[in-house]
């Protein structure tokens, strides 16, 4: 089941990308491939049960190198369900913004396809090899999609640095992988097992290393300060489907390695670097934030924000691995943690597509442009309100749930977490101002004619922000996964 | 030890058939020069499947290991090293015709130059499989010969250059061989390698430094690696594709197994794997360096083999303190085998191109045939699931258990390096233009080595079964 989700999408960008099909029928068919992709998943957390003593659901593993025992094993816990659900519905909000896309459709569909077969790989990844394939792969698509559909006059070249940059980190990672694999005796690239050996235990030194290594790796591809330049021009020159799925999902998978691999597999070492980890997460929520707010050009803002967003996350892996707190405190960290990055990925998805909708109609995204787009775009400022609110984290949206768990677990287990506090402020803070610049006062400038949103434009977003409706509403629905989950891993690193 | 002459029944299938194309193609009038051809690929053929049926069934990491290995004539070592060389070799060689065709068919030299061919994997082969050091410096002369040969084929004044600066470096490298061998058969007291072996370690250190150093020399030069690489780029861009794309391969497979077998009976004190080492730094580095600059297509490939040795250095390196160098060495060198003729196969597809501003509008005009360069262009930097990737996965885990982790961050350093100048090639492809005609039996030979370099990176445990028992380390 787990390997047909991962390669449907493939397959289908393989039949989209070699024939010349109609321009109409490739973008129906990315459309009727990801929402299939959506069902699949529903099932799948339909039929999920929290496996026990810390396992894997659907667990499937096939020969692949066994040489250096390495095979295709692919399976789901608690930390990966939600991932692969946000990866689902994101890519099939974005099919459906896509179908505006007149820029060779049949590429981008297939292209968006792959990337998203990567994507819901990496999440189901049970083996560091094919953990690393997916994650180079992913770079490779993100790259493509900048460099073949960005809209920037400088499009290539941001495309440019974001590979070489995030290559860079996946290097590392290798690096990584490869110094886990070799300390594990026997051998092997297989993640439960090594969780398991957890081979590095005993050699400060070396594991020190590792560590150094896959925090690189992972940090640049998270992004936390100071790796995170890329992010910015990226942004500014992705497409609005492009943005969304790289803030979204492939931003993810930098906080996810902590969870899936660094953390687990390496308790000691991470221990050891909880303090760093913690330090550069209140560091990046804050640097974030003020960068955020200094912005005069919409997409830049909510890119910086991603920072300062994904800094509570990375806030709370480091806090998960300081032993001073109870242990009902770092698992709370730890569910906020996961909890924020689906939360993050469905409202920021939200906003780099309502975001373009700017882009589409002007050309511009400066807030100074703008004003008063309430009065000439009412429901583009309606959802884009709705947006902000729900990104500086208002109750009764996922944002909420998601920071509380975080500050409440964080601060449970060091006081010092509190002093990236004043980061929520200054979201809140950003948002206002941005939200005063384009949508209040009477129109003028571009927002003179603008047309609002259209269906396709309006449905994706809305779907986006009724599910982090729905988490900030129900959020025993998200944490029902998670939270078993979560106590594996406390209990992991705390070996 | 048997000394039964079937034993190289696919090195004589080779030089039959390069014999029996030299004759048949003086023969043959200028249009039938194809006949040459079908001899040609026959003889490879025949070569490959005899090299498939001996191929040696005891699987082990080390050369000649388990006891059992053969030897035939004293000299020529019949272990997996040499039957997976035997095979990258013919069929790196029949991909080279196949590229070839278009270029060649109807040129004047069309039976020489596949005559030449089949003498160059002859060569390869024997460099590879002897461990004896008179034998080693015929392999050097069978495999550098036919090179010489093949660069000066076509007559322009590029090509003149090239091949006079390919035969003077070979020349002076050649007479390093000799020297070395003799020095180091001198002290030793034989050439045979198990006499190195115990001979070297009670001999002097100076005397064994500078007779291994010499014949390194000569590998070297026949593997394209620093300081004696200066006339890979040269002749990569002065000679004609097919004979470019060969020189690139082919002797480099032969050059660096024999380097491997040599390194490792190289006795201590001396740090051969830091020497080594160094070595692969240095290549990888300058090259990738020297290839950022570049804006013609064949001079950037040039360089970009050049860096390849660098990779394929760092399992030499290492080959006496870990059993998973010479599986690594061998998985790198067929992936890198058919990454590196598919991205010629390209260039033999568009013949008009030289400059990477000429390959633009080739995504919009022949999508297959950009792909194929997507693919072998992603391979060579090393992204998954492509055959390099393979290959630099196995290196680096074999150089960091052989105690060379420095050497395993360099060359993840250069590896970003590397990919600047793959992609501004990449970039060109697939911007807008009007591209230049193209051949068809090259855009065939792209397509067929594009799905090789995903299948042996997908294909990942059959290619490592076969090189070697293989648990790494």
Redesign the interface.
């Given at each position: 089941m787990l390997s047909s989700i991962i390669f449907l999408p493939l397959v289908a960008a393989a039949l989209l990308a070699v024939p010349r099909v109609p321009d109409r029928v490739a973008r129906w068919t990315w459309i009727a491939v990801t929402a299939a992709e959506v069902v699949l998943v529903g099932v799948l957390i339909a039929r999920y049960e929290t496996p026990a003593d810390g396992g894997l659901a659907f667990e499937e593993r096939a020969r692949w190198i066994p040489s250096v025992n390495s095979s295709w094993h692919v399976g789901v816990d608690g930390l990966s369900v939600p991932l692969l659900a946000l990866t689902a519905v994101v890519f099939c909000a974005c099919a459906v913004y896509g179908l505006r896309e007149d820029r060779r459709p049949r590429q981008h569909a297939a292209l968006f396809l792959a990337l998203q077969a990567t994507c819901m790989g990496l999440f189901a990844a049970q083996d560091l090899i094919v953990f690393f394939v997916f994650f180079d792969l992913s770079i490779v698509g993100m790259y493509a999609a900048i460099a073949g559909w960005g809209h920037g006059r400088d499009a290539g070249r941001s495309a440019l640095q974001f590979f070489l940059y995030t290559f860079l980190g996946s290097l590392a990672l290798l690096l990584g992988f490869i110094g886990l694999y070799l300390a594990a005796d026997p051998h092997t690239f297989d993640i439960p097992e090594l969780i398991a050996a957890a081979p590095l235990q005993d050699h400060p030194v070396a594991g020190g290393f590792v560590l150094a290594a896959l925090l690189l790796g992972l940090a640049v591809k998270t992004p936390t300060i100071p790796f995170h330049t890329w992010l910015p021009p990226a942004h500014t020159d992705a497409s609005a489907i492009g943005s969304a799925v790289l803030a979204a999902v492939l931003l993810k998978m930098g906080t996810y390695g902590f969870v899936r691999i660094a953390m687990p597999a390496m308790p000691d070492a991470w221990r050891g670097a909880a303090w760093v980890v913690l330090g550069v997460g209140i560091a990046s929520v804050l640097y974030g934030a003020l960068v955020a707010l200094a912005q005069t050009d919409a997409k830049r803002m909510i890119a910086y924000t991603s920072i300062n967003h994904m800094g509570y996350v990375v806030l709370a892996v480091g806090a998960a691995g300081l032993l001073g707190g109870g242990t009902a405190a770092r698992e709370l960290a730890v569910t906020g943690a996961v909890t924020q990055m689906v939360s993050h990925g469905l409202i920021t998805g939200a906003l780099f597509l309502l975001a373009g909708v700017l882009h589409d109609r002007t050309g511009s995204y400066a807030l100074r442009d703008y004003g008063g787009l309430a009065r000439s775009a009412p429901v583009w400022s309606g959802l884009f309100a709705v947006g902000a609110f729900a990104s500086l984290g208002i109750p009764a949206f996922s944002g909420f749930i998601a920071e509380f768990q975080v500050f409440a677990g964080s601060i449970g287990t060091t006081a010092w977490a509190a002093i990236a506090l004043p980061g929520i402020l200054i979201t809140a803070a950003l948002f206002l101002r941005a939200l005063q610049l384009l949508v209040t006062g009477l129109p003028g400038g571009r927002s003179i004619g603008f047309t609002d949103v259209r269906a396709v434009e309006a449905v994706p977003v809305t779907g986006l922000l009724l599910l982090s409706l729905a988490i900030g509403v129900l959020p025993w629905l998200l944490l029902d996964l998670i939270t078993p989950a979560s106590a594996v891993l406390v209990d992991l690193v705390g070996r | 030890m048997e000394q039964s002459p079937l034993m190289l029944l696919p090195e004589l299938c080779l030089l039959g058939g390069a014999v029996v194309t030299l004759l048949a193609g003086s023969f043959l009038p200028r249009q039938r020069q194809w006949v040459a051809r079908l001899i040609a690929v026959a003889a490879l053929l025949a070569a490959a499947v005899s090299a498939a049926l001996a191929f040696p069934s005891h699987q082990d990491g080390h050369f000649g290991g388990g006891g059992d290995m053969e030897t035939v004539f004293g000299a020529f070592v019949l272990d997996t090293a040499t039957g997976v060389t035997r095979l990258v070799v013919v069929a790196a060689v029949l991909l080279v015709i196949g590229l070839g065709v278009d270029e060649l068919a109807g040129t004047a030299r069309e039976s020489e130059t596949y005559t030449l061919l089949l003498l160059g994997g002859l060569g390869a082969i024997v460099l590879a499989a002897t461990d004896d050091l008179l034998v080693l410096a015929v392999g050097f002369l069978l495999a550098s010969i036919p090179v010489y040969a093949l660069v000066g084929m076509v007559r322009t004044p590029g090509a003149a250059e090239a091949a006079l600066k390919t035969y003077l470096l070979g020349a002076l490298s050649g007479i390093l061989l000799l020297l070395g061998a003799t020095v180091l058969s001198g002290i030793a007291g034989g050439t045979a390698y198990v006499d190195l072996a115990a001979g070297l370690a009670v001999a002097p250190a100076a005397a064994v430094a500078v007779g291994a150093l010499a014949v390194l020399a000569g590998l070297l030069f026949e593997a394209g690696g620093v300081p004696l690489h200066q006339w890979v780029p040269d002749a990569t861009q002065g000679a004609g594709t097919a004979a470019a794309a060969f020189l690139t391969t082919v002797p480099k497979i032969g050059a660096l197994v024999a380097a491997a077998r040599l390194v490792d009976v190289l006795p201590g004190p001396l740090p051969w794997p830091l020497l080594v080492g160094l070595l692969a730094a240095a290549t990888m580095t300058l090259a990738n360096l020297a290839a950022l600059a570049q804006t013609d297509a064949r001079r950037l490939l040039g360089w970009s083999t050049v860096s390849q040795v660098g990779y394929l250095l760092m399992p030499v390196a290492v080959v006496s303190s870990t059993s998973a160098a010479v599986?690594a060495l061998l998985v790198y060198l067929a992936g890198y085998a058919v990454t590196n003729l598919t991205a010629f196969a390209v260039l033999a597809a568009v013949p008009g191109a030289r400059s990477l501003a000429d390959f633009r509008g080739l995504a919009r005009q022949r999508p297959g045939l950009a792909a194929a360069l997507v693919i072998s262009l992603?391979s060579l930097v090393g992204?998954?699931?492509t055959a390099v990737?393979?290959g630099k996965?196995?290196v680096?885990?074999a150089a960091?258990?052989g105690g060379l982790a420095w050497l395993?961050?360099v060359a993840?350093?250069n590896?970003?390096v590397s990919?600047?100048y793959y992609?501004r090639w990449l970039?060109e492809a697939?911007r807008p233009g009007e591209p230049a005609p193209t051949a068809d039996w090259a855009r065939g030979a792209a397509l067929a080595g594009a799905l090789g370099v995903l299948a042996v990176g997908l294909g990942?445990?059959l290619v490592?079964?076969l090189v070697?028992?293989?648990?790494?380390?």
């Open positions: - | 599986p992603l992204t998954p699931p990737f393979l996965l196995t680096f885990t960091w258990d395993v961050v993840a350093v590896t970003v990919l600047f992609l970039v697939f990942a445990g490592t079964a070697g028992d293989g648990t790494l380390g």
